[in-house]
């Protein structure tokens, strides 16, 4: 239950409070961040069928619900997100990648990846509403909270000696990636199910860029941070929301 608690404290604003954190809670919060993921999904979904219910523009709604998924999350995912493709798009070494990462000014690469995360999910939102795909919502946050698994598996290291990234680095077994992988994969193809195969490919494909994310920033930054933590969710969610929309129509 501490994990649980943990994990809805890093990943929501509720007022959940865990004392004494330490490595072994922080693996158990990250194992747990699909459920939560989950949870923020069906959020976006009632969100998202009451302001179409009220008469509100498809888009409109995606984006008001795209604000919403932010702000219960205090932001950071999407400041992870800014923090990473700075670092990414910055000259030098790891190091100074790292110092830019953790200056608080934002960059023209920074912005891009913003404006072009929130314009796709709030256009995914608004097909998976039209469509009547609420799974598709719930899937692509929990599939954006499991990336936290991918990014904290066995042989990927910190990339700095404190912060979020050094208490979970590593924290994940391959059995219970695989496990909670293998769910997504056939959530992904109830989500779609009429065309099974586009949600399973979407879990599929965003698995592999995640994967790629990881490398990258390994390579790049010598490790993982928080920031890239919040990187890969933000990119998972958006991964999904983009994919599920190029199935046929249902």
Request: with cysteine.
């Amino acid at each position: 239950m501490r994990g649980l608690r943990l994990a809805l404290a890093w990943l929501t604003v509720l007022p959940v409070r865990v004392d004494g954190v330490d490595e072994r809670t922080g693996g158990r919060a990250v194992s747990l961040a699909p459920l939560v993921g989950a949870a923020l999904g069906g959020f976006a979904a009632a969100l998202l069928w009451t302001l179409l219910a009220l008469g509100s523009p498809a888009l409109l709604a995606g984006l008001v619900t795209t604000a919403a998924l932010a702000l219960v999350t205090r932001g950071m995912h999407i400041d992870g997100l800014a923090d990473t493709v700075d670092g990414l798009g910055c000259y030098g070494s790891a190091e100074r990648a790292l110092s830019v990462m953790r200056d608080g000014s934002t960059g023209p690469f920074a912005v891009m990846a913003v404006v072009l995360v929130v314009g796709v999910q709030a256009t995914g939102l608004a097909h998976a509403a039209t469509s009547g795909q609420w799974g598709v919502v719930v899937l692509a946050c929990a599939v954006g909270r499991a990336a936290f698994q991918l990014c904290c598996g066995k042989n990927v290291p910190a990339a700095r000696p404190d912060g979020m990234g050094a208490l979970v680095a590593g924290s994940q077994s391959r059995g219970t990636t695989a496990v909670w992988w293998g769910v997504l994969l056939l959530a992904g193809s109830a989500a779609t199910w009429r065309t099974w195969w586009v949600g399973a490919a979407a879990v599929l494909l965003t698995g592999c860029a995640l994967r790629l994310l990881r490398g990258h920033a390994h390579r790049r930054f010598g490790g993982i941070t928080g920031d890239v933590l919040g990187a890969s969710s933000e990119l998972g969610t958006t991964l999904v929301l983009a994919l599920c929309t190029l199935g046929p129509a249902q």
